[in-house]
């Protein structure tokens, strides 16, 4: 039996008015020269804050009654060795859990390069919309799974959610429900405002970046920008070490000799900050350098507590996954009108000035329902 009949049909109702021209609220630079938005130009005032909230605080349980369990699908690429969907899936089961939702999950996994077989599963379970209330979909790269997307968030049998970007792309007729993902643009100024704070104005820094792209223009970028803007530091160096240890470890080691003035390394990921630090201390120089790393992992925190890196913008990992739990209690409780139309999760700076009892209870908080360790596969 259906259970999300009159929460489906508004759903659509909601999702054909922003495809009628609604988006976006507003404009922001740079918006004729993207194919997407950004969160802020098509969250409504307040909504976001309002989620991300709910999500830091204890569950309330839901308040209404189901006749059964609520039936949810889920394409992505779990298949692959991150532990980015087995955790947001563990977030968002035990959130629902704490909320009083009964649920049954139905999953369909691949890899990320796997692209064809993710749109074999989006097929299916658009032809089978009868027997699920809620379908999650993980695209294996956003502008090759346009037309899935599109597709699910046209269905009016189900509510669709997507997981792992952020940025609603102007073209496809049918907005998903809800896009849950980590923004590197907000934890690039996250991180500026930190570092200004912290290290005042007239700094020399360089950059270990990672590849030319999306991301990197963001955390990489937008950071560079950021700082160099509002307080007037200057960048000696670029380095594109490919997101890899070695990369990091070869661009700090040049950095060094070359380029002694600079004080600061900022680097784009962990792997390249794990290999930035092995450089420092090779040569000694851990204490010399503000070395920085990106996500709040746990190689980056042992290595804050060691004392070899600095400061780390770091996600509230957990957060996808449990805003995914409150959005499905919103539609079961028919405020879908209240949740934005991007989510994006909390990150927040972790670094060396925090003793050990507070750099731990950051880590329980990013991963409070999925666990502090490794996950078993």
Same mark, same amino acid.
């Not at 190689?299 to 805003?323: F, W």
């Given at each position: 039996?259906?259970?999300?009949?009159?929460?489906?049909?508004?759903?659509?109702?909601?999702?054909?008015?922003?495809?009628?021209?609604?988006?976006?609220?507003?404009?922001?630079?740079?918006?004729?020269?993207?194919?997407?938005?950004?969160?802020?130009?098509?969250?409504?005032?307040?909504?976001?804050?309002?989620?991300?909230?709910?999500?830091?605080?204890?569950?309330?349980?839901?308040?209404?009654?189901?006749?059964?369990?609520?039936?949810?699908?889920?394409?992505?690429?779990?298949?692959?060795?991150?532990?980015?969907?087995?955790?947001?899936?563990?977030?968002?089961?035990?959130?629902?859990?704490?909320?009083?939702?009964?649920?049954?999950?139905?999953?369909?996994?691949?890899?990320?390069?796997?692209?064809?077989?993710?749109?074999?599963?989006?097929?299916?379970?658009?032809?089978?919309?009868?027997?699920?209330?809620?379908?999650?979909?993980?695209?294996?790269?956003?502008?090759?799974?346009?037309?899935?997307?599109?597709?699910?968030?046209?269905?009016?049998?189900?509510?669709?959610?997507?997981?792992?970007?952020?940025?609603?792309?102007?073209?496809?007729?049918?907005?998903?429900?809800?896009?849950?993902?980590? %923004?590197?643009? @907000?934890?690039?100024?996250?991180?500026? +405002?930190?570092? &200004?704070?912290?290290? $005042?104005? #007239?700094? /020399?820094?360089?950059?270990?970046?990672?590849?030319?792209?999306?991301?990197?223009?963001?955390?990489?970028?937008?950071?560079?920008?950021?700082?160099?803007?509002?307080?007037?530091?200057?960048?000696?160096?670029?380095?594109?070490?490919?997101?890899?240890?070695?990369?990091?470890?070869?661009?700090?080691?040049?950095?060094?000799?070359?380029?002694?003035?600079?004080?600061?390394?900022?680097?784009?990921?962990?792997?390249?900050?794990?290999? %930035?630090?092995? @450089?420092?201390?090779?040569?000694?120089? +851990?204490?010399? &350098?503000?070395?920085? $790393?990106? #996500?709040? /992992?746990?190689?980056?925190?042992?290595?804050?507590?060691?004392?070899?890196?600095?400061?780390?913008?770091?996600?509230?990992?957990?957060?996808?996954?449990?805003?995914?739990?409150?959005?499905?209690?919103?539609?079961?409780?028919?405020?879908?009108?209240?949740?934005?139309?991007?989510?994006?999760?909390?990150?927040?700076?972790?670094?060396?000035?925090?003793?050990?009892?507070?750099?731990?209870?950051?880590?329980?908080?990013?991963?409070?329902?999925?666990?502090?360790?490794?996950?078993?596969?």
């Amino acid at each position: 039996m259906r259970l999300l009949t009159t929460t489906a049909v508004i759903a659509s109702v909601a999702t054909a008015a922003l495809a009628d021209g609604h988006l976006p609220l507003r404009e922001l630079p740079g918006i004729a020269e993207r194919d997407y938005w950004v969160p802020d130009e098509v969250n409504a005032e307040g909504k976001l804050d309002a989620l991300q909230a709910v999500v830091g605080a204890d569950a309330v349980p839901f308040s209404g009654t189901l006749d059964g369990p609520i039936q949810i699908a889920l394409i992505y690429p779990s298949a692959d060795t991150s532990d980015f969907w087995a955790r947001n899936y563990l977030a968002m089961t035990k959130r629902l859990d704490q909320l009083g939702i009964a649920y049954e999950t139905t999953e369909f996994a691949s890899r990320q390069i796997e692209h064809s077989l993710q749109s074999t599963y989006a097929n299916q379970v658009a032809q089978d919309a009868d027997l699920y209330d809620f379908v999650i979909f993980g695209p294996s790269e956003l502008a090759i799974q346009a037309d899935n997307i599109d597709k699910l968030a046209g269905n009016d049998g189900f509510a669709t959610y997507v997981w792992a970007f952020h940025t609603p792309l102007k073209d496809i007729e049918n907005q998903p429900d809800t896009w849950f993902d980590f %923004s590197s643009a @907000a934890g690039a100024l996250t991180m500026c +405002e930190y570092m &200004i704070s912290r290290l $005042g104005e #007239g700094m /020399t820094m360089a950059l270990n970046r990672g590849i030319p792209g999306i991301t990197d223009d963001q955390r990489s970028g937008d950071f560079k920008a950021c700082i160099e803007e509002k307080a007037g530091w200057t960048t000696v160096y670029e380095h594109y070490g490919e997101y890899q240890r070695e990369g990091g470890f070869d661009g700090t080691s040049l950095i060094m000799q070359a380029y002694p003035e600079a004080t600061v390394i900022h680097n784009a990921n962990t792997a390249m900050a794990m290999g %930035s630090v092995e @450089a420092q201390v090779s040569m000694g120089k +851990e204490k010399e &350098i503000f070395s920085t $790393g990106w #996500g709040g /992992t746990g190689l980056e925190l042992d290595a804050i507590r060691r004392g070899e890196l600095d400061a780390t913008p770091m996600r509230m990992g957990d957060d996808v996954g449990a805003a995914t739990a409150e959005a499905i209690k919103a539609h079961l409780e028919n405020r879908a009108d209240d949740l934005p139309l991007v989510f994006l999760g909390r990150i927040t700076v972790a670094h060396d000035q925090m003793s050990a009892e507070e750099l731990d209870a950051l880590q329980e908080e990013a991963f409070r329902f999925s666990g502090v360790g490794a996950l078993e596969r």
